[in-house]
């Protein structure tokens, strides 16, 4: 079965410095995609990133990025120029395709607290 | 704004009763998925439906039941309730196909007293 790993239950930054959070997931597949959601404490989810497995290239978005290791199975996120607003529950989703249905996994987070 | 709209987003009810969560998926959205998040834990799959059709069950209790309506909107419906049942219970649609990624309501939050 399919497990992501989400290693650091707490992780804290100063504001303007960067910060790289860990997730390492298990799979058997080759084709699937990855995401970091970003749980403030308002409570919604909102998608910060995603990478397709087949892609080579590491995604971006403005001061996130991923650092997407295929054969080591991991997908960290590395959050540039910290800003307070950044402070969140991260989580690092899996999503395999199985027959049309997508099954989505998600890892048990990590608080990110950033220091002003 | 997700697009998915879910209601009520509180309430507060007793232990023993039932009551229904609703969602209303994005527009032309098939796929809706059920998630628990109780206090500072993660997400847990309860139940996934396409079309109308159950497609994925996860951790769900046998109290609990879903469906998905020719509309699409979904119900979650949760009965003989306990304490531990208090929790935030996200709804979430996705396209069919390529692009991914869950668009996730703003979640009812549940308190069994």
């Known amino acids: 079965a399919q497990t992501v790993t989400q290693s650091q239950p707490e992780m804290s930054v100063q504001e303007a410095e960067t910060v790289t959070l860990s997730c390492t997931y298990d799979?058997?597949?080759?084709?699937?995609?990855l995401f970091w959601y970003k749980q403030p404490p308002s409570r919604q989810m909102i998608l910060v990133i995603r990478q397709e497995a087949y892609k080579q290239q590491n995604a971006t978005e403005n001061r996130f990025s991923v650092n997407f290791q295929k054969a080591a199975k991991s997908f960290s996120l590395k959050i540039s120029d910290s800003q307070l607003g950044d402070a969140a529950m991260y989580f690092c989703a899996y999503r395999q395709p199985t027959s049309g249905t997508y099954k989505y996994i998600f890892g048990t987070g990590t608080r990110l607290k950033v220091l002003a | 704004d997700s697009g998915v709209t879910q209601t009520p987003k509180h309430l507060i009810t007793a232990t023993g009763q039932r009551v229904t969560l609703r969602c209303s998926p994005r527009?032309?959205?098939?796929?809706v998925y059920w998630y628990q998040q109780s206090l500072d834990q993660g997400l847990q799959f309860l139940i996934q439906y396409y079309n109308g059709e159950e497609r994925a069950k996860g951790n769900i209790l046998e109290r609990f039941s879903a469906q998905q309506f020719p509309d699409l909107h979904s119900e979650l419906n949760l009965s003989s309730l306990e304490l531990g049942d208090s929790a935030l219970y996200f709804c979430a649609s996705s396209v069919t196909g390529y692009t991914g990624e869950l668009f996730f309501g703003e979640g009812s939050r549940l308190t069994v007293l």
């Open positions: 799979t058997s597949e080759s084709d699937y995609y």
């Open positions: 527009s032309g959205d098939l796929s």
